[in-house]
Structures are given as C-alpha cells and as structure tokens.
C-alpha cells in the first residue's frame, strides 16, 4: 500500500515536471490564442497553467495533511506513554498494597492466636480496630 502511495507521489511530481516543462518552452511561449489581445495565453496554456495551479494546490494540502498527521501521531504517542506509565504505577501500588493487606492478614491471624490473648485487655476491641 505504501509503495502505491509513494508511487502516486513520484507520477504526481513528474506530471507538475512536465506540465511546467511544457510551459517554459518555446511551444508554449509561441502558442497564442487567436481571440483577443495579442499575446494573451490560449485555451492550452490556459489549461496547463490551471493543472499546475490545481496540482500545487493538491501538493500544498497533501503536505499540510501529513504534517498535521505526524503531530497527532507524535500526540498519540505521547500519551500512549503517559498511560503506560499510570497503569505501572496503578500496577506497582497494587502490589504494595498487597503485600501490606497479607502482611496485615498474616498479623492478625498470629494475634488471634497467640496463647495469651484472653489474657490480653480489650482484646475485643482491639481486634475490631485491626
């Protein structure tokens, strides 16, 4: 698809080439219109200069369209990394949450069964706030 796209290109300049090619030349320059002022360009001229002005103008948007499509791809890219780098951070504190919550866990199961914990003042109480 590429290749189509930069052989599109190749065709599109070689084909401004030869319209301007063909309009410095001495056919061009010698090829007047019959009607009207003396000089004045004829319906030929008049027709390659409108495909130059019209394919310029294509070129011109072509151009204009890439680059916009580069900065949004540049953009794209940016933020690709910033979400890269939230979900690692997301990952990694949910890792150390983790570990605390089991670190946690495994507490309070060797406090609910230590020898002493009857022994232990407001041992209710103090396992409701664990």
Request: hydrophobic share 30%; glycine share 4%.
């Amino acid at each position: 698809m590429i290749f189509g796209k930069q052989t599109r290109t190749f065709i599109d300049s070689d084909v401004l080439k030869a319209f301007k090619e063909f309009r410095s030349s001495s056919v061009a320059q010698n090829n007047c219109s019959p009607f009207g002022q003396n000089g004045s360009p004829s319906i030929l001229n008049s027709t390659i200069d409108d495909f130059i002005e019209i394919h310029e103008y294509i070129d011109k948007k072509r151009k204009d369209w890439l680059e916009e499509f580069r900065k949004i791809d540049e953009q794209a890219k940016e933020r690709q990394l910033y979400i890269r780098q939230t979900m690692a951070d997301f990952r990694d504190n949910y890792e150390r949450a983790q570990r605390k919550f089991e670190a946690a866990d495994g507490n309070l199961k060797k406090f609910r069964s230590r020898s002493d914990s009857g022994a232990v003042p407001n041992y209710d109480e103090r396992c409701r706030e664990l």
